[in-house]
């Protein structure tokens, strides 16, 4: 009977080995919040104060990470200013930091500015692909400190085409799409990443869904997961005219998805939260309504399996 527990015990610390390491492609969330992380820099309002004086509540800029175990490659979609506490979390989970390139998203400061870690100053980098549309490519070349990464050859520029689909490698594929955001001065891109014929859409940043060409609703019911902006819960979260910094509310976006399958709501992740989103409070009550309406948060750590 003793030999058959610790059989019993050696398989189930092999099943949770397995399911924190998975052996096939997957994506890892390596972050979560709006731009300048949680808590917001100098904010010492209720809504920062818990997480300053517990650092365990604290969290970081949006981002995704794309692991092949099958040929060691990893990728991370946006260097944010969280970079490298994020490849520290990469690495506890995929075993390494190294990463083979960056997807980037736009030239808003949470999502291109930990490339100055490639620097000589940091990791001074050979060659790192750095894939990105047109104007943020002109926009790395024809800006300090960022051209100096090109010019150094510490980053390679890999241009990007809306709606054209490439390969990271034979098992992932990748595609960007335009979305309308305050583009001043990189146009703003979403991905979709496919892996075994699954779909993860990916849009952290977008203005408003109707302003968007595309439907997001029967979009969200032809992915597997989908990890979209949730910047502010609602209207008047901010003590400004929040017109001028346009997100889809997530009051917006549940009600907007009120009509999908419970299936497909399941899919939706909400992401990028600002300082000021009740959903980064645990427990809240605006916690409980998202996840009560079936729809998921995202979290720091989570893998999901394409």
């Not at 075993?95 to 390139?101: A, F, M, R």
């Not at 549309?133 to 300090?144: A, D, R, S, V």
């Not at 305050?182 to 891109?189: A, G, I, P």
Request: neutral net charge; contains cysteine; aromatic residues 8%.
């Amino acid at each position: 009977m003793k030999y058959i527990i610790i059989l019993i015990s050696i398989l189930l610390l092999a099943c949770n080995t397995a399911e924190k390491t998975p052996q096939t492609p997957y994506v890892m969330v390596l972050g979560v919040a709006q731009d300048a992380g949680y808590p917001q820099m100098n904010c010492k309002k209720e809504c920062c104060k818990a997480a300053w004086e517990n650092s365990k509540l604290q969290k970081m800029t949006s981002c995704l990470a794309i692991i092949d175990p099958t040929k060691n490659q990893q990728w991370i979609i946006d260097a944010t200013p969280n970079i490298k506490e994020q490849l520290q979390l990469l690495k506890s989970k995929s075993g390494t930091e190294k990463i083979d390139g960056v997807l980037l998203t736009h030239a808003h400061m949470g999502h291109y500015s930990g490339l100055i870690h490639f620097g000589r100053e940091v990791m001074g980098t050979n060659n790192m692909p750095v894939f990105a549309m047109p104007k943020m490519i002109t926009f790395l070349k024809e800006n300090g400190p960022w051209s100096q990464l090109v010019e150094i050859e510490n980053i390679s520029l890999r241009k990007l085409k809306s709606d054209s689909t490439f390969s990271l490698n034979k098992n992932i594929k990748v595609t960007p799409f335009l979305v309308p955001h305050r583009d001043e001065f990189s146009e703003t891109v979403g991905y979709k990443i496919t892996i075994n014929e699954k779909i993860l859409l990916f849009i952290p940043d977008i203005d408003k869904w109707e302003k968007w060409e595309t439907n997001i609703v029967p979009l969200i019911q032809k992915v597997d997961y989908a990890f979209l902006d949730a910047t502010f819960y609602k209207n008047g979260e901010l003590k400004r005219d929040m017109s001028d910094i346009p997100h889809p509310f997530v009051e917006e976006s549940m009600e907007l998805f009120s009509n999908l399958s419970e299936t497909d709501k399941q899919k939706v992740h909400f992401i990028h939260f600002n300082h000021t989103n009740p959903l980064l409070i645990e427990g809240s009550a605006s916690q409980k309504e998202v996840t009560e309406k079936g729809f998921n948060l995202a979290e720091e750590g989570q893998i999901f399996r394409l």
